[in-house]
T-cell receptor, first 112, second 115 residues
Framework: QKEVEQDPGPLSVPEGAIVSLNCTYS??????FMWYRQYSRKGPELLMY????GNKEDGRFTAQVDKSSKYISLFIRDSQPSDSATYLC????????????FGRGTSLIVHP | GAGVSQSPSNKVTEKGKDVELRCDPI?????LYWYRQSLGQGLEFLIY????????KSGLPSDRFSAERTGGSVSTLTIQRTQQEDSAVYLC?????????????FGPGTRLTVL
């Protein structure tokens, strides 16, 4: 079992839909939870970061962390074709480590 | 300001040859990471540099892989005697390195193809 599990998709949705992306993890010591967006042939860019459990909202994006269930989510409201990308979850801070563990990424396609 | 840059953007080599991949981090960033991304896979950690500390090499897949960081800035990842399974995108990232949550800024990657 990988330390971070993420469904690779692809996930195809119509424009305007609410998108839910998820990751599960096994190491309860993770403290920092991140979502990266990666466009084709580009490097990942940080989208959102959350410390410990709870919700964080930024515009159309909401990140949720449930440490009791070892489950994190990213919600995208009013999805746009420009949101089409691969979304990678990442976690760090276990044992003070600065090295994040990444999920495989979920490919999202938002069609007009 | 300039972001993380990597060169070359693409590299095609023959099996058994050595390759060098370069990363120029953001100025002032003390932490530098190398990752490998194979088709359909997540980011696989390779090596981590933090300031003047000894690098964390725990992710290097074999002794054919090595990396150095000169003057706390530019880093070079070297793969000796390349194999076809080394074909992947090699990504470099840098961060301020103050805390584990510091944002990592990624370069565009080097796409390595081993024939």
């Amino acid at each position: 079992q990988k330390e971070v599990e993420q469904d690779p998709g692809p996930l195809s949705v119509p424009e305007g839909a609410i998108v839910s992306l998820n990751c599960t993890y096994s190491n309860s010591a993770f403290q920092y939870f991140m979502w990266y967006r990666q466009y084709s042939r580009k490097g990942p860019e940080l989208l959102m970061y959350t410390y410990s459990s709870g919700n964080k909202e930024d515009g159309r994006f909401t990140a949720q962390v449930d440490k009791s269930s070892k489950y994190i989510s990213l919600f995208i409201r009013d999805s746009q074709p420009s949101d089409s990308a691969t979304y990678l979850c990442a976690m760090s801070g276990a044992g003070g480590s600065y090295i994040p563990t990444f999920g495989r990424g979920t490919s999202l396609i938002v069609h007009p | 300001g300039a972001g993380v840059s990597q060169s070359p953007s693409n590299k095609v080599t023959e099996k058994g040859k050595d390759v060098e991949l370069r990363c120029d981090p953001i100025s002032g960033h003390t932490a530098l990471y190398w990752y490998r991304q194979s088709l359909g896979q997540g980011l696989e950690f390779l090596i981590y540099f933090q300031g003047n500390s000894a690098p964390d090499k725990s992710g290097l897949p074999s002794d054919r892989f090595s990396a150095e960081r000169t003057g706390g800035s530019v880093s070079t990842l070297t793969i000796q005697r390349t194999q076809q399974e080394d074909s992947a995108v090699y990504l470099c990232a840098s961060s301020l390195g103050r805390v584990a949550a510091d944002t990592q800024y990624f370069g565009p990657g080097t796409r390595l193809t081993v024939l």
